[in-house]
């Protein structure tokens, strides 16, 4: 065998190594799946039923149109968003209570929104409880935010900014000097040192906010870190958490709710006035207990995984937001019964609307 010839069999013998070993690496989101497979059969309908639905081109320019149209909203369309978050909300109260649930007794109840345009979940939230205040963040327009319905006449404290970069408030005073966002962070506390009955924190990435290329992978992590921390910090004990969730079978989202069940009651809900087909749902959690050392831990876990997405490197990236293959099964074993109980509703209510969509008649 010539030299060429034995280097090219060893490289060979490499390549196939490595293409093994990356074939061998853990998925959390397999394994989660798979363990759902097993034990639910509603989910594992839907399972069919996203298949299916994947396979469709119909169904492929449908979510396309949905995405264009969030996109590029027009004054109509912004008004037509905010009239369905009313009707969500509505839709959401008839079936958790989540704003007839018992805040304290302090008078006046205050309300937090982590990300409130356009405004339809704290316009219903402030019907149910008019005596309330409120404080509510979003995103400038000039930022590729959404526009504010909510009506002046309501008194709503509003603060245009981006919640992810509330760097004291999430414990960060001194931004590196070569950070591709320097000058752009919040260097003092933005949050006032109050607490809130109700906070909602149901802000999502806008594919239309401007951001640096280091935050795209990221973003997701960056803004649902910065609300979960800041809101468990500024909850009054027994007050309710509204959060919005995607896939709920995912390993970040499953994490999140198994962490919640520690220190508060949990419900999961889905609308059926809109959105139905797609993964998104609400957890609400009740009676949340910040002063529980789960509830602590949890803050700091976030608040950890908001620094490292904001300012550590892809690996450590990667490596945080990588679960071991141990914590997995071990939360599965400890939960995994417990959030099908508390799924199956919301999966059937997906299910349901996927089953009916015109382009799965096609």
Not at 123 to 141: D, N, Q, W
Not at 279 to 284: E, K, N, Q, R
Request: contains cysteine.
């Amino acid at each position: 065998m010539s030299h060429d010839t034995d280097k090219s069999t060893k490289s060979s013998i490499m390549s196939s190594a490595t293409e093994m070993q990356a074939c061998a690496v853990y998925s959390p989101n397999k394994a989660i799946q798979a363990f759902l497979l097993a034990a639910s059969p509603i989910f594992r309908e839907l399972q069919d039923l996203r298949t299916r639905g994947w396979e469709s081109p119909v169904g492929d320019r449908f979510f396309a149109e949905q995405r264009q149209v969030a996109d590029n909203a027009s004054g109509r369309t912004a008004e037509v968003f905010y009239k369905m978050m009313k009707k969500i909300a509505r839709e959401m109260d008839r079936d958790t209570g989540v704003f007839g649930l018992h805040w304290s007794f302090r008078n006046p109840r205050r309300i937090l929104d982590m990300c409130m345009a356009p405004g339809g979940y704290l316009a219903v939230a402030l019907e149910r409880h008019p005596g309330a205040s409120a404080l509510a963040f979003s995103l400038p327009t000039s930022e590729g935010g959404h526009k504010v319905l909510l009506p002046e006449s309501l008194g709503v404290q509003i603060r245009y900014l981006d919640i992810t970069m509330l760097a004291v408030d999430m414990g960060v005073d001194h931004i590196p000097e070569d950070h591709p966002d320097k000058g752009k962070f919040e260097l003092q506390k933005v949050l006032p040192p109050i607490s809130s009955d109700l906070i909602f924190c149901d802000g999502q990435v806008l594919r239309t906010h401007q951001r640096a290329k280091y935050r795209e992978r990221r973003e997701a992590a960056r803004l649902t870190s910065s609300q979960l921390a800041l809101g468990l910090q500024h909850i009054e004990p027994g007050g309710t958490m509204v959060i919005l969730l995607h896939k709920a079978e995912a390993w970040p989202t499953l994490n999140l709710i198994y962490q919640f069940s520690k220190f508060a009651t949990l419900k999961l809900f889905k609308p059926v006035s809109f959105h139905a087909k797609r993964s998104s749902f609400y957890l609400i959690a009740s009676d949340v207990r910040p002063d529980l050392t789960d509830a602590r831990q949890a803050v700091e876990t976030w608040k950890t995984l908001w620094n490292v997405a904001t300012f550590g490197t892809e690996a450590a990236y990667t490596a945080l937001s990588t679960p071991k293959e141990e914590e997995v099964h071990y939360l599965l074993n400890a939960f995994g019964h417990v959030f099908i109980s508390l799924a199956q509703d919301i999966w059937a209510t997906q299910a349901r609307a996927l089953a009916r969509a015109p382009f799965m008649q096609a």
